[in-house]
């Protein structure tokens, strides 16, 4: 694995506010990379960082094994596309994809193909000489991807891209920005706070917090093991409990059987039925119960067979075995 | 016209009836064929527009100034752009005590003004009348055009010049290629104001102009106080068919929404 960037040991601070404390990361090649967290973890600031919009405090940022840190953004090469698609208002859609490769003295007929090439990849060729204001949201955003695009970029740079768009097109451009990265095979990496677009879209994901990365790997590693509590909860899960020897317990709903019999290890916990969310293909059903260290817990089981029953108010069982318990720290 | 605010309605037209209804009596009585400035006009003739266009201390005064609401105007565009860039933009420290300064001109009596350049400069280091009136309308503008620029930068999205600086482009060239293009309007709208503020102006030119340099205004107040006839009248009417001219133009080509939604959004 060949690495496009990385940060070695940077923090920014802003006054008093330490953004980015003390991180090092390196950016695959070729991959898609997303950093991941709340408002205010460092992802966005590690991004302009890394584009050369603002300079770390301490540390160095390396971008294809050269040291970039002091480098001025247009001295990168790199393609960013901005929350607010950033296009220029005075040019078209053509001029806007266009204006890096003008900058770069490309000769005018290349120039024209290769806008042409970028607008059709995020297919929009047909718009070309339209201005920036007469596009729908979703068509803005493919333009900047565009204009992102066309100076084949060294990394591609994604700054909550699919924030401002509608729900379904959100969705729709998750697997838009896969296609483009797949047959560009460029370097990508995307902010973003949402982690379901974040286990979809990674081949890496990076979770952070307050400044430090909590955790990194493919979405499959970090979500089947997530290392604490904090990357347990940001990936939505909601069942906690403290195991005999004081250690914390998560555990999937899906993994939670209910008035199972016995088997040798693993969790059993007696308890009340507090409620039950019925969602068609499956119930989510709450369980009030105690955990070995004595604190009432409320344990979420997602129970697709029809056969359990389960009324709030009953006393049943839940259960686990020993595999599906995964064991966090602090 | 159909409104739910009747009261900001009536408001409106009222005001509309104040401000225009007089500069209409001063239209109508510049058309008058008699030979004094009096309401209803004497027949209709054009007799007094002759009449101003061939008195040379008015031509005169015209185009001085002309010339000195246009270069004032550029002046003030070229100190104040920069400075709203500055104070916006740039990392400047006591950024609200510098663009206070340059607003200042609007609170400062310009009579005040007027006195200090006139002793400091004409009485004290003996410049002559033009540069120090050239000083003091800049002066008198420069709120214009950091206040007008100033708003339409701040409505201006600051990733746009990033991305510029991320395609490739230099500082400089993502401010030709990119802010400048942005702020056109906004510094379009400050120009306008800035040259009709000049244009107008009567306390600082009536302190600093000589007998040579004498701008139109203070050249009609004096006229005014000598004799009383319609001649004043077809020139209010000359300036302000060309001030409805400048605003065609500013309409046609920039729109008001642009050029002064920089100061009402």
């Known amino acids: ?330 | 016209m159909k409104t739910s605010r009747p009261v900001a309605a009536s408001l409106a037209v009222a005001g509309y009836i104040v401000m225009i209804v007089p500069i209409l009596f001063v239209v109508a009585t510049a058309f008058t064929g008699g030979r004094s400035l009096r309401f209803p006009p004497e027949g209709f003739s054009l007799r007094w527009f002759e009449a101003a266009f061939a008195y040379s201390p008015f031509v005169s005064a015209l185009v001085s100034s002309l010339e000195l609401a246009l270069l004032a105007t550029l002046l003030a565009l070229a100190i104040g752009v920069p400075v709203t860039l500055a104070i916006h933009r740039g990392r400047l420290p006591g950024k609200g005590i510098v663009e206070g300064l340059f607003l200042s001109p609007l609170i400062v009596p310009e009579l005040v003004v007027g006195l200090a350049l006139y002793q400091q400069l004409i009485i004290g280091l003996r410049l002559d009348n033009f540069p120090v009136l050239l000083i003091g309308h800049t002066v008198l503008m420069l709120p214009y055009a950091v206040r007008v620029t100033g708003a339409s930068l701040a409505l201006a999205d600051p990733s746009v010049e990033e991305a510029a600086r991320g395609l490739g482009a230099s500082p400089i060239r993502a401010f030709f290629s990119v802010t400048l293009p942005l702020l056109r309007p906004g510094i379009f709208s400050a120009g306008l104001l800035s040259f009709v503020t000049s244009f107008n102006n009567v306390p600082l030119s009536l302190l600093l102009q000589s007998r040579e340099f004498r701008t139109l205004p203070v050249t009609m107040l004096d006229y005014v106080q000598q004799s009383y006839d319609p001649m004043v009248a077809a020139t209010s009417t000359i300036i302000l068919a060309g001030t409805v001219v400048v605003a065609v133009i500013a309409e046609r080509t920039v729109g008001f929404a642009r050029i002064f939604g920089g100061i009402n959004r």
Do not use: W
């Open chain 1, 1 to 330: 694995m060949t690495t496009a960037a990385e940060f070695v040991g940077v923090t920014q601070r802003f006054g008093d506010f330490t953004a980015v404390d003390d991180i090092d990361l390196a950016i695959p090649t070729g991959q898609l990379t997303t950093l991941l967290g709340p408002s205010g973890c460092g992802k966005t600031t590690s991004l302009r960082m890394l584009a050369g919009y603002t300079q770390p405090t301490a540390g160095r940022i390396m971008i294809a094994g050269t040291d970039a840190t002091r480098m001025p953004p247009e001295k990168r090469g790199l393609g960013m596309v901005f929350q607010s698609y950033a296009l220029f208002p005075h040019m078209s859609v053509a001029e806007n994809v266009g204006y890096g490769l003008k900058l770069r003295k490309v000769p005018t007929a290349e120039r024209t193909r290769r806008v042409a090439e970028a607008l059709d990849l995020v297919g929009l060729g047909h718009l070309a000489a339209s201005r920036p204001k007469k596009l729908s949201g979703g068509q803005q955003q493919r333009v900047a991807l565009a204009r992102a695009i066309a100076i084949t970029p060294t990394l591609l740079l994604l700054d909550e891209p699919l924030s401002n768009l509608d729900a379904r097109l959100r969705v729709q451009m998750r697997a838009e920005i896969r296609r483009i990265q797949a047959e560009t095979g460029l370097t990508v990496v995307l902010v973003t706070h949402d982690q379901d677009e974040a286990l979809e879209m990674s081949d890496r994901m990076v979770l952070m917090r307050a400044g430090k990365i909590m955790q990194e790997g493919a979405p499959v590693d970090v979500f089947s093991a997530p290392a604490n509590r904090f990357v347990a909860e940001f990936l939505g899960y909601e069942n906690f409990l403290t195991a005999a020897d004081s250690s914390l317990l998560t555990v999937r709903p899906e993994h939670l059987a209910l008035g199972s019999a016995p088997a040798a290890g693993g969790l059993h916990l007696d308890g009340v039925v507090a409620d039950v969310a019925y969602r068609g293909v499956d119930r989510l059903v709450t369980v009030e119960t105690v955990d070995a260290q004595g604190t009432t817990v409320r344990l979420v089981a997602d129970v697709r067979d029809d056969e359990v029953t389960a009324r709030p108010g009953e006393r049943v069982t839940v259960s686990a075995s020993d595999s599906r318990l995964i064991r966090l720290a602090a």
